[in-house]
Every structure is written in structure tokens, then in C-alpha cells.
């Protein structure tokens, strides 16, 4: 078992993918057990869950067409996204910073949750009737989690939706498009103001931390989950790579249903390797023993 070293924690509340440090000695053989893919194997531990908490990251965005601006692409225009996505940025230039978010806002009018986001908020509402609970985590600021349904939601990187002034610290919804009439043209998005601070979006970029209370909940529901998925995401990547290794570590049984298998994989109980729409809409359906639906 590996435990995230503390000060991989510094990254929390950045979107760098945060690679797990393995920790073998040299010349000690490793025993690699390789997870399950069994799903029959699945759905009985499925059936017995009681609180299940699912964590969710760019993979389940990116099947709905959602540009995650990542990697060696992550350009928007001229400017490669990682750098406009910081406190920095926004000091600098919080009109550019907002064209960037006003742009990604107005491509999500276009995208719709999938079978993925869509079997898990169904998930959820159902086994809430048996009073059984799912809580989903995710690092996705699109709210494709919100609009197919879910309810139990832990953003714990906000919101395109959202803003938070710069001043007073106060957060509020925003669904207008465009975000403020300045953006219909080319003008200054200086004209979204509240009590003369300056609004930006509430999210956490580059070089911030996560919201602490937000945290406090997700940790909460990590420590008394009896099931966790991780979905989207691999678990050497963040945020599976902060929180699934240590719901592992309680004997709790993780689900991985992602694209790749990674070294880390081999913690995990279980793991599917495919697009999580197709792999995970099966695996989370009715089960039999469910008398409720
Ligand atoms: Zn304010």
C-alpha cells in the first residue's frame, strides 16, 4: 500500500497530474496482484454497499466532448490554458482570464451528461430509497454531474458556474450567457463587479487550495465509505491519487473504470478498463437483491 506523502498534498488544488511515488525497496520482489475484472465479482460487493462514494475526474468529461485543455493541446488561442488559469493570470489581465472561462462556459451549452454520468445519478437516487447512499466526488467544474441528476456532489474544484468576488469572498450562481454583457463583444469583463470587488470564476486554479470545508466533508465521506468507485480518472492521477489509495488502505474495496490500468491499479480490488460510459452503466444497474427500485 502507498500513502501519498504530505507534501503531495501541496498539489491538492492543482490540475498537474500528481504522480504517486512508489515506494519498493531495491532488490525486494514486488508482489503484483492484478485486480479482478470479474463483474459478476463486482455486483455481489455492490449489493451489500451501503454508502458508496465515487470519485470522478477528466475521463467521464471527456466523453461527453468536454476539451479538459490538458497536456501538450491545453491551448486556448495563443495562450497554453495552465497559465491562464491562476491567480496570477487574473491579477494581470482579468478580462483575458474571463474570455478564457467565458469561452469554456459557452462550449458546455452544447454538452450533455452521458450514460456514465447519467447511471450514476440514477445509482444514487435509487439506492437512496433503500436507504443506501452514493456521494460523488470530482474534480470536473462542467456540472455535468448537477445536470444528469446527482445530488450528493462534493465540486471539489468549484464551478464554471459559479463566481466568487475578489473583495468580500461571496459566491454566487451564474447561468447568464454570456456571463456579463461585456463579454458579448470584446469589452472589459472589469464591469462584473460586486460590492466593488471584482468577480472572478469559483474555481480553484494553478497554486490555490482546496476550499477547506469542502474537503473536511470529502474526507468525512471517505472514512466511512464501504465502497468506492473511481471513475475517469487513473489513480496515479489526482484526485483518485490522493483519496482512493487511502479507502484502500481501510480494506474498503476500490473500482477502478478507467481508459488505462497504472502501476497503482494493483492496490484496487477491482478494476475495468474501457470508456467509463460503457463500463459502468452495467456494473452499477438494479442488482437482483435490490427490492426496492
Ligand atoms: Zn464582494
Known sequence: MTFLPLHTRRFASQVYCVLVPRSHKKGVPVEMTRPSSNLADFRDVFSKAKRIAVITGAGVSAESGVPTF?????????????????PEAFARNPSRVWEFYHYRREVMLTKSPNPAHLAIAECEA????????????????????????????????????????????????????PVCPALAGKGKSRFIINCNGLLRPNVVWFGETLDSNVLGEVEKELDICD???????????????MF???VAARGVPVAEFNMESTPATTSFTFHFQGPCGTTLPPAIARHETELIS
Open 244 to 246: 482512493a489509495p487511502q
Open 227 to 241: 465502497l468506492c468507485l473511481v471513475v475517469g480518472t487513473s489513480s496515479v492521477v489526482y484526485p483518485a491519487a
Open 126 to 177: 435509487r439506492l437512496s430509497k433503500q436507504g443506501r447512499k452514493v456521494v460523488v466526488i470530482t474534480q470536473n467544474i462542467d456540472e455535468l454531474h448537477r445536470k444528469a441528476g446527482t445530488r450528493n456532489l462534493y465540486e471539489i474544484h468549484g464551478s464554471l458556474f459559479k463566481t466568487r468576488c475578489n473583495t468580500c469572498g461571496s459566491v454566487g450562481e451564474n447561468y447568464k450567457s
Open 70 to 86: 490538458r497536456g501538450a493541446g491545453g491551448y486556448w488561442r495563443k495562450w497554453q490554458a495552465q497559465h491562464l488559469a491562476t
